[in-house]
Nanobody, 129 residues
Framework: QVQLEESGGGLVQAGGSLRLSCVGSGRMFRRHLMGWFRRAPGKEREFVSA????????YYTDSVKGRFTISRDNAKNTVILQMNSLKPEDTAVYYC??????????????????????WGQGTQVTVSS
């Protein structure tokens, strides 16, 4: 059974940092694009960041550019989201996701939920002002 498990969420003051991790089990994802999404209270889930299978390219939504960094460790089947300079508007449940297609090098579709076949249960991030 394929599973994705996020960790690292919590409560932090504005300006602080958190490091989210997502570990996959049941299947290796080294050949798959991986991404992060988030759902804020009362809002739809939105794209945050993605990284290609080779880690050669990354993509961020404008609101997190320069503050968040995505990385991956294929040997550990893990994708990381380092979040710095957090703002109250970053408060959300954060989800990791894995592309259903192997070796996708283009990030054009990375922000679209439909390309992702596997999703984690989410981890809560709360940023206080």
């Amino acid at each position: 059974q394929v599973q994705l498990e996020e960790s690292g969420g919590g409560l932090v003051q504005a300006g602080g940092s958190l490091r989210l991790s997502c570990v996959g089990s049941g299947r290796m994802f080294r050949r798959h694009l991986m991404g992060w999404f988030r759902r804020a209270p009362g809002k739809e889930r939105e794209f945050v960041s993605a990284i290609t299978w080779s880690a050669g390219s990354t993509y961020y939504t404008d609101s997190v550019k320069g503050r968040f960094t995505i990385s991956r460790d294929n040997a550990k089947n893990t994708v990381i989201l380092q979040m710095n300079s957090l703002k109250p508007e970053d408060t959300a449940v954060y989800y990791c996701a894995v592309d259903g297609v192997e070796f996708r090098d283009s990030l054009v579709a990375a922000s679209q939920e439909k390309i992702y076949d596997y999703w984690g249960q989410g981890t809560q991030v709360t940023v206080s002002s």
